[in-house]
């Protein structure tokens, strides 16, 4: 199986983790040397809205993650302070360590809640707000079918922009997680930049502020059978 870490930036951002080598069959699959995904989810709320970060290197540096590649599991949740009025929402947020020598599939559950003109996303399976958790895995098996739990207190699932994706560690070298974060208006879904409000009618933001690779090419070679 695979390891990877994440990054991120203010309005956008992009990574690209090296797996190792691509498997052949019948013969021994490259090992990363990292083996847990340490993925920190940190949640701000701050002017009627909500911000969901996963990434370690946005430009906002307030608002980074914790998220690393590692031998170790990380048990405690590392969130930046925020700033600029929104502040962490620890019921929302939380870290889980993905051992990534237990699967071949890191499945992804993006779900994504919608209230009162606000949106909130979720990706972690274990936040105390158990209303808003997800079914993020790493399994042997794809999955095919979106898993969110429905939500509650007049927040509904909004399926247009919820999604599952089964990222296969065994057959690609990298895996490249970009995170993008849009705004509209004097509303931001997501912590306050250091544009002028009067730029912030109705545009998306696109452009990746960071990129980061976290390059586990360093990999150490095990026999483990392929599923």
Same mark, same amino acid.
């Given at each position: 199986m695979r390891r990877f870490s994440v990054v991120a930036a203010a309005v956008a951002g992009a990574i690209g983790l090296t797996l190792g080598g691509t498997a052949v069959a019948g013969q021994p699959r490259a090992q990363p040397a990292e083996r847990y995904l340490n993925l920190h989810q940190c949640v701000y709320v701050g002017s009627g809205?909500?911000?969901? !970060? &996963? #990434?370690?290197n946005t430009a906002n540096t307030a608002f980074n993650t914790g998220t690393n590649a590692s031998n170790t599991p990380d048990t405690a949740l590392s969130c930046g302070p925020g700033g600029g009025g929104w502040r962490p929402a620890p019921a929302n947020s939380a870290v889980k360590a993905f051992d990534l020598t237990a699967g071949r599939y890191l499945n992804v559950h993006q779900c994504v809640y919608f209230s009162a003109g606000q949106h909130y996303t979720a990706v972690l399976p274990n936040?105390? !707000?158990? !209303?808003?958790?997800?079914? /993020?895995?790493?399994?042997?098996?794809?999955?095919? /079918? #979106? !898993?969110? &739990?429905?939500?509650?207190?007049?927040w509904r699932l909004l399926l247009a922009n919820s999604a599952v994706e089964s990222f296969d560690l065994a057959d690609n070298r990298y895996l490249n997680l970009h995170q993008c974060v849009g705004f509209e208006r004097a509303v931001l879904h997501g912590p306050p930049t250091q544009q002028p409000q009067r730029q912030l009618q109705y545009r998306y933001e696109r452009v990746a502020h960071s990129r980061h690779r976290a390059d586990l090419s360093a990999w150490r070679r095990r026999v483990v059978p392929r599923p």
């Amino acid at each position: 199986m695979r390891r990877f870490s994440v990054v991120a930036a203010a309005v956008a951002g992009a990574i690209g983790l090296t797996l190792g080598g691509t498997a052949v069959a019948g013969q021994p699959r490259a090992q990363p040397a990292e083996r847990y995904l340490n993925l920190h989810q940190c949640v701000y709320v701050g002017s009627g809205g909500h911000y969901t !970060n &996963v #990434l370690p290197n946005t430009a906002n540096t307030a608002f980074n993650t914790g998220t690393n590649a590692s031998n170790t599991p990380d048990t405690a949740l590392s969130c930046g302070p925020g700033g600029g009025g929104w502040r962490p929402a620890p019921a929302n947020s939380a870290v889980k360590a993905f051992d990534l020598t237990a699967g071949r599939y890191l499945n992804v559950h993006q779900c994504v809640y919608f209230s009162a003109g606000q949106h909130y996303t979720a990706v972690l399976p274990n936040t105390p !707000n158990v !209303n808003f958790n997800t079914g /993020t895995n790493i399994s042997n098996t794809a999955d095919t /079918t #979106l !898993n969110c &739990v429905p939500g509650g207190g007049g927040w509904r699932l909004l399926l247009a922009n919820s999604a599952v994706e089964s990222f296969d560690l065994a057959d690609n070298r990298y895996l490249n997680l970009h995170q993008c974060v849009g705004f509209e208006r004097a509303v931001l879904h997501g912590p306050p930049t250091q544009q002028p409000q009067r730029q912030l009618q109705y545009r998306y933001e696109r452009v990746a502020h960071s990129r980061h690779r976290a390059d586990l090419s360093a990999w150490r070679r095990r026999v483990v059978p392929r599923p």
